[in-house]
Nanobody
Framework: QVQLVESGGGLVQAGGSLRLSCAAS????????MAWYRQAPGKQRDLVAS???????NYVDSVKGRFTISRDNAKNTVYLQMNSLKPEDTAVYYC?????????????WGQGTQVTVSS
């Protein structure tokens, strides 16, 4: 129905940058809100940033000024540019999409990509 493919995670030193991508394919009429969550070991999955179809963005305080969420509606893709990375940003990052498609479900998660920031 709808498939999500994440890419861009990896190991980086503190202060470095990474760019995550999440591309959706399948029976998609449109995608409403897109978001990135992260889950550190032993912790719950938390919202990092979100973006509406019109481009309005929202960020958790800990990443404001360092991370930028963006989207390409023509490619059904959401990005997360992460700069000035800190060890506390280490987590598995998941994309989340609210999709207008042919049948339920209408909310989809990516498979997750590991981001590790060394000090």
């Amino acid at each position: 129905q709808v498939q999500l493919v994440e890419s861009g995670g990896g190991l980086v030193q503190a202060g470095g940058s990474l760019r995550l991508s999440c591309a959706a394919s399948g029976s998609i009429f449109s995608i409403n809100r897109m978001a990135w969550y992260r889950q550190a070991p032993g912790k719950q999955r938390d919202l990092v940033a979100s973006i509406t179809r019109g481009g309005s963005t929202n960020y958790v305080d800990s990443v404001k000024g360092r991370f930028t969420i963006s989207r390409d509606n023509a490619k059904n893709t959401v990005y997360l540019q992460m700069n000035s990375l800190k060890p506390e940003d280490t987590a598995v990052y998941y994309c989340w999409l609210d999709v207008l498609t042919t049948e339920p479900p209408y909310v989809f998660w990516g498979q997750g990509t590991q981001v590790t920031v060394s000090s």
